[in-house]
């Protein structure tokens, strides 16, 4: 199965600052099939990122998603209060579908 | 807008086997693919599998020997069975609508393995 690593483990920030978080596969995604998602306290996950780089519906374009091969990173622009959650990454290219362990974005 | 519930018990028996269903709502069960995906304690979230309206299933094979995921389109809900429980198996266990990356999440429901 491909598994995924996400760095740093936690991030301390500022409101305003900008965030990059990344995730590292142990092989190559077919077709970049990398999502983001992100997941606060008590909540489910919501999905933020696909394909890389294709926002879902309704979230803000601060969220942006790059990479390919085995390297990809969420990049958060201007963190906003809403923004301090945990961060998981999923690829789906090749089955077993994983996740990383997750990125922790706190508040400094 | 589709929503997810999860119903099912909260505790259950080593060795025991457990049910899930999800309900789902604001959407049809058959034009979509949908799988359960779980959490343990402070651990990341595991894919278990997914179901398809044509009977077509997929499971993680750390599982498969252990799990079902089956379809009842007449109720519009989906559910899983996982068998042989341990304590291991605790977990908040999330159904969602995906075949690839997951879009909608129920919101999760916690279940325990202990005697």
């Known amino acids: 199965e491909i598994v995924l690593t996400q760095s740093p483990g936690s991030l301390s920030l500022s409101l305003g600052e900008r965030a990059t978080l990344s995730c590292r596969a142990s092989?190559?995604?077919?077709?970049?099939?990398l999502a983001w998602h992100q997941q606060k306290p008590g909540q489910a996950p919501r999905l933020l990122i696909y394909?890389?780089?294709s926002r879902a519906a309704g979230i803000p374009d601060r969220f942006v998603g790059s990479g390919s091969g085995t390297d990809f990173t969420l990049t958060i622009t201007r963190l906003e209060p809403e923004d301090f959650a945990v961060y998981y990454c999923?690829?789906?290219?090749?089955?077993?579908?994983?996740f990383g362990q997750g990125t922790r974005v706190e508040i400094k | 807008q589709v929503r997810l519930q999860e119903s099912g018990p909260g505790l259950v028996n080593p060795s025991e086997t457990l049910s899930l269903i999800c309900s789902v709502s604001?959407?049809?069960?058959?034009?979509?693919?949908w799988s359960w995906i779980r959490q343990p304690p402070g651990k990341k979230l595991e894919w278990i599998g997914y179901?398809?309206?044509?009977?077509?299933?997929d499971y993680n094979p750390s599982l498969k020997s252990r799990v079902s995921i089956s379809m009842d389109t007449s109720k519009n809900q989906f559910s899983l069975n996982v068998d042989s429980l341990s304590v291991t198996d605790t977990a908040v266990y999330y159904c969602?609508?995906?075949?690839?990356?997951?879009?909608?999440w129920g919101q999760g429901t916690l279940v325990s393995v202990s005697s």
């Open positions: 969602t609508r995906g075949f690839g990356f997951v879009d909608v």
């Open positions: 092989q190559t995604i077919p077709n970049n099939y």
């Open positions: 999923q690829q789906y290219g090749r089955s077993p579908r994983t």
């Open positions: 394909e890389t780089s």
């Open positions: 604001g959407g049809s069960i058959t034009s979509h693919y």
């Open positions: 179901v398809f309206n044509t009977g077509s299933t």
